[in-house]
């Protein structure tokens, strides 16, 4: 006994297991021994909880024939386990030291599962760099670290040269929660280390199971852990938990609930040294839970992907990967982050910034109109069209989906706010989209695809500008126009008639000194083709008038 208590950690082997704690007939103290030491080597380690097991085997068959001599209940008795537990109770209380082997024993067979499940995890750890060296020194690699096989290494690799069993060693992996060690899996992403444990140890991974989830590096892409993500029963509208299948097998005696419900009646014993820690989560306990729950979690590790990385490929991915697991509520944040990361990378080439994270007000508070001048800000005549088609036109249609999916269809919405940008952008902006609106332009390709709305837009642009020099712009809007061929009838009235109207409107007063072509369109929408034409044909007099009195300096 002197000489195996005086032994350090280190210097214990298989060998001196055998020899110092073999010859010892005391098996609670050998046992306890074998309890008492906590090691990094797997193999000395094994040996020794192997040997301290064996030492319980006595104790445990005592119990059982204790158990075999009592009256037999029916099995399906809802007081067979309340008798059972108090029948141990009492004789863990008249054989203590039976009791104090059962508790042994309890804890080392706790120890032998986590050694196997460190064993296996051990086998997804990157290599160290000093063993990397060595290999690479003797020339033993057969194919070079860019080869594709190496590429199933994935994500386990984030703690680059660092041997990951050095940084969890397996007395603390042994000792300490899962769950605390499954967080520390998590934050260096030993995504397949995370797997086994959970295959495992799925009582202990579940409670912290997205506090887990939220420890993984946000620079992590999503597919690597899709697998773990939490997914949602489209049916019951809860949370889809994992089946533990691998971890079905059998429990010892030891382990059983009757015996460690009579166990802990006991009050001569202490603590059980292999009880796991209290959880860190404040769930506390492996229930589903629900849609808002799980939805919500999303949201926020989507957000603290962009503001912590700017990442927006491994948000999007993240929000692939919440859909396909059945999480409802997703897609309008999708639709969210693309447009965001149009805006911010495609629009103003910017880093993103917490101020346009999807959980920040700002983004949900800007209008419509607000979000398309954001998206056009930087636009300049030559890139208009183009911005309009790869960033606008998707916001628009993203609006109308999320109408009809409120069940409030507004088919003419992107009509109605293209309108609108048009009407206020300039006519410097103007022109280029007029241009790729002409009726010589294939009808799918075109902006402003219906020709009256064309010559409506155009005479409103026109006649709301306030510029007296901008000629080349007007000019190239006109000759965008269409070109009807209606013969001079008396309905011709109705436009002579609209542009007198419209002149009375447009001289200035105290109270309006400038109007603008939104103001104008109104004049405009009752006219028909016919009435358009005859418009356009003032129009043409007006702006040769105004270009020659311009060039006279009038």
Not at 63 to 72: C, G, K, M, R, Y
């Amino acid at each position: 006994c002197e000489r195996w208590s005086s032994l350090l950690d280190e210097e214990i082997t298989k060998e001196s297991i055998q020899e110092l704690l073999d010859p010892i007939t005391d098996d609670l103290w050998v046992a306890a021994a074998c309890a008492d030491r906590v090691l990094d080597e797997p193999d000395v380690q094994r040996a020794l909880l192997e040997s301290g097991i064996r030492r319980t085997d006595d104790a445990i068959r005592r119990v059982q024939d204790h158990l075999a001599s009592l009256p037999e209940e029916d099995a399906s008795s809802p007081d067979r386990h309340t008798s059972t537990t108090d029948a141990l109770a009492a004789y863990f209380s008249s054989h203590k030291d039976d009791a104090r082997l059962c508790q042994i024993r309890s804890c080392l067979i706790e120890r032998v599962s986590r050694l196997s499940t460190y064993e296996e995890i051990s086998k997804t750890f990157p290599v160290s760099a000093s063993e990397g060296a060595e290999k690479d020194e003797w020339g033993k690699w057969e194919d070079g670290p860019w080869d594709n096989d190496n590429a199933e290494a994935g994500p386990s690799t984030a703690v680059g040269n660092r041997d990951a069993s050095q940084l969890l060693p397996l007395s603390l992996f042994l000792t300490e929660d899962i769950g605390t060690s499954c967080l520390f899996l998590a934050s260096q992403s030993l995504i397949k280390a995370l797997r086994v444990v959970r295959s495992r140890h799925c009582a202990e991974y579940e409670p912290l199971r997205l506090d887990i989830l939220s420890r993984i590096p946000p620079f992590t892409d999503p597919a690597d852990y899709r697998d773990l993500l939490p997914g949602v029963d489209t049916q019951t509208g809860e949370e889809t938990l994992f089946s533990n299948v691998q971890n079905a097998s059998k429990k010892d005696f030891a382990a059983s609930k009757e015996v460690v419900d009579a166990l802990s009646k006991c009050d001569f014993l202490a603590s059980s040294e292999g009880e796991a820690g209290p959880l860190l989560s404040s769930r506390g306990d492996h229930e589903a839970l629900s849609s808002v729950d799980i939805l919500s979690w999303y949201k926020d590790r989507i957000d603290s992907i962009l503001l912590s990385t700017g990442i927006a490929d491994n948000a999007l991915s993240l929000v692939q990967h919440g859909i396909a697991h059945g999480v409802l509520g997703l897609d309008e944040v999708g639709e969210d982050l693309s447009l965001i990361s149009r805006l911010v990378y495609d629009a103003h080439g910017e880093e993103l910034t917490d101020e346009w994270s999807i959980g920040t007000a700002k983004w949900s508070s800007l209008e419509p109109r607000e979000i398309i001048n954001l998206y056009l800000e930087r636009s300049t005549p030559d890139t208009i069209v183009s911005d309009i088609r790869r960033l606008v036109k998707p916001y628009l249609f993203v609006l109308e989906s999320r109408c009809e999916r409120a069940g409030k269809p507004d088919p003419g919405l992107s009509k109605r706010l293209l309108y609108d940008l048009i009407l206020n952008i300039g006519l410097e902006l103007a022109a280029p989209i007029f241009d790729a609106s002409k009726p010589t332009v294939v009808a799918s390709q075109r902006l402003i695809a219906d020709d009256e709305d064309l010559a409506r837009l155009a005479l409103a642009c026109l006649y709301g500008s306030s510029s007296t020099s901008d000629w080349t712009s007007m000019s190239r809007i006109f000759e965008c126009l269409p070109a009807w061929n209606f013969q001079t009838t008396e309905d011709d009235d109705e436009a002579d008639t609209t542009i007198s109207s419209l002149g009375a409107f447009l001289v200035p007063t105290t109270a309006r000194p400038h109007t603008d072509p939104s103001d104008l369109i109104a004049f405009f929408k009752p006219l028909p083709a016919r009435s358009l034409s005859r418009a356009l044909d003032i129009l043409d007099v007006h702006l040769e008038s105004g270009e020659t009195l311009s060039r006279w300096g009038v």
